[in-house]
């Protein structure tokens, strides 16, 4: 089966996508767990069929149904991407449960947040890992909350039971069932809201704009708690091809991965472009990936120059798109767009998604004139999970107003020129540079401080504290603020990698507002 059957694309939940596939293909890999140890005497990594993670995830299901959980029920789980994750997460959706998945690297302040927010009634993590005690987290936060929620671990296998036991599965998608979070402009992160058709239709146009079909071989080295997770997984469904899964994504480790498994797409954002090819260049005589046909991805921007390394040097074609939290799929580069098309925007919208350019005050602008975008669809979320963000998010007639800046091209094709909002993407993740400035501030030898984002190849943008001093004050140095940043319970990913010190920092003659933009002008290579 080479595309896209329709009733697939029709389904009404992940749930029903998930039967219907199984029922297509039930013996074909769906997902692979390549960076465990290989048995010894074996060339196989562990392996789940479409049929066997349908009949795993309704046994999950059942085991879950006797835990207490009920469709209906807030379940926040915290854990990295593995087959267990994939299974507990459909076994959760049989079940019409309401999803918050945290990405494994998230501390403290943000899974406390997010557990208070929801009022997670279960919490689900992976004990220790990677050095780090989530469970030791989760009962420690427990500890603060009004009503605790029931922790358990789901990592090296996850109880079954008879799944006669359960009740009928949900027929509708346009309830609430998932909450990402994004930290977004504010200190604060927030939560989005959405449904299973949203996100369906956002891995339906992935799907599209790829072209990938059955004989495919596709690759997972990102958080799969991250809105990416079911956006790949439903393009997974839709076109009945298998992903290798990487719990820890690592070069060159992870390339015998890549390479025994005969991966043909693979990519995640503009970091992981500039990963493979720093590898390649180890070793320009040899392809890096001998299968490997595409790479993709989005999250970050992404300079020209890089399309052409990569297509020069890897000898793969590279397809770049345009996606956020509240909308996991907006625009996408497809094997059919012209190389200049391909280096230069974000590719095209699909059919159902509604692209408006507007000015300042709302109007629509017409194809090359540039203004902040705005989105409607249905991958476009529900709103927030508080109603004063959802309030403020859509404009009156139902766009979600996104801060990004761009221009639509005379064939659709949409360029990123900026964005109004305050955050920096390091790798795919937004960061709110107010949290970090808000914690900053509370270090005795930081008189005043402003947090950009600066160009970085490898990252798309890299995180730098701008510092003012209080006089007399003995200098700081990057570990001296990223100590008290972790005491703070700041995740990892959202540590300055750069520090300035400066007598007094610019800011304008009326507000008093400190001007980014010069700082960005000083400190950027």
Excluded at 159 to 180: M, N
Excluded at 263 to 272: D, L, N, P, R
Excluded at 446 to 464: H, M, Q, S, T, W
Excluded at 494 to 508: G, I, S
């Amino acid at each position: 089966m080479t595309g896209t059957a329709p009733d697939l694309v029709a389904s009404r939940t992940l749930w029903e996508l998930l039967d219907r596939r199984a029922a297509l293909t039930p013996d074909v890999p769906a997902l692979v767990q390549a960076d465990e140890p290989v048995a010894e005497g074996t060339a196989q990594d562990r392996r789940l069929t479409f049929g066997e993670l349908r009949g795993r995830a309704e046994r999950v299901a059942a085991w879950l149904y006797g835990l207490g959980v009920r469709p209906g029920s807030r379940v926040a789980w915290q854990l990295p991407t593995r087959i267990e994750t994939v299974v507990l997460a459909f076994a959760l959706a049989r079940l019409g449960a309401v999803q918050t998945p945290l990405i494994p690297f998230y501390r403290d302040r943000e899974v406390g947040h997010a557990l208070r927010a929801t009022r997670a009634e279960f919490f689900a993590v992976p004990g220790v890992w990677r050095g780090f005690d989530h469970s030791a987290m989760a009962y420690r936060l427990a500890l603060t909350l009004p009503s605790p929620p029931l922790v358990f671990t789901a990592y090296d296998g996850l109880p079954e039971a008879d799944p006669s036991t359960l009740p009928p599965p949900p027929t509708e998608g346009t309830t609430v069932r998932w909450v990402y979070w994004t930290s977004g402009t504010t200190s604060e992160p927030k939560g989005v809201l959405h449904t299973d058709r949203s996100l369906i239709a956002a891995g339906a146009c992935l799907a599209d704009a790829l072209r990938l079909t059955a004989d495919d071989i596709g690759s997972m080295a990102f958080p799969y708690a991250h809105v990416a997770g079911p956006d790949y997984t439903v393009m997974l469904l839709l076109r009945g091809f298998p992903s290798i899964l990487l719990e820890h994504f690592a070069l060159p480790g992870s390339l015998d991965a890549y390479r025994r498994n005969g991966v043909t797409v693979a990519g995640g954002s503009t970091a992981f472009y500039s990963l493979f090819l720093a590898e390649q260049r180890k070793d320009p005589t040899r392809r890096l990936i001998p299968t490997l046909r595409l790479m993709a991805g989005g999250g970050a921007p992404k300079p020209p120059g890089l399309y052409h390394e990569v297509v020069d040097e890897l000898g793969c074609a590279l397809t770049h798109g345009y996606g956020m939290t509240e909308a996991p799929m907006i625009t996408m580069g497809s094997p059919d767009d012209t190389p200049e098309q391909l280096a230069t925007t974000e590719g095209r919208p699909p059919a159902d998604m509604r692209i408006r350019v507007v000015d300042p005050g709302g109007k629509p602008l017409p194809p090359g004139a540039e203004g902040e975008i705005r989105l409607r669809g249905e991958a476009v979320c529900q709103g927030y999970l508080d109603p004063a963000h959802t309030a403020e998010a859509f404009d009156p007639d139902g766009f979600l107003i996104t801060g990004d800046l761009g221009r639509l091209t005379i064939e659709g094709h949409l360029v990123l020129t900026g964005r109004t909002k305050d955050i920096i993407i390091r790798k795919g993740e937004n960061i709110s540079a107010q949290e970090v400035e808000r914690l900053l501030h509370e270090h005795p030898a930081v008189e005043d401080v402003a947090v950009i984002g600066l160009p970085d190849a490898a990252r798309g943008e890299r995180v730098c504290a701008v510092v003012q001093q209080p006089p007399g004050a003995e200098p700081l140095g990057l570990d001296d603020i990223t100590a008290h940043l972790r005491s703070a319970g700041l995740a990892v990913h959202k540590l300055p990698e750069q520090l300035e010190l400066v007598d007094e920092l610019p800011r304008n003659d009326t507000l008093r507002k400190v001007l980014k933009y010069k700082l960005r002008e000083r400190f950027s290579d």
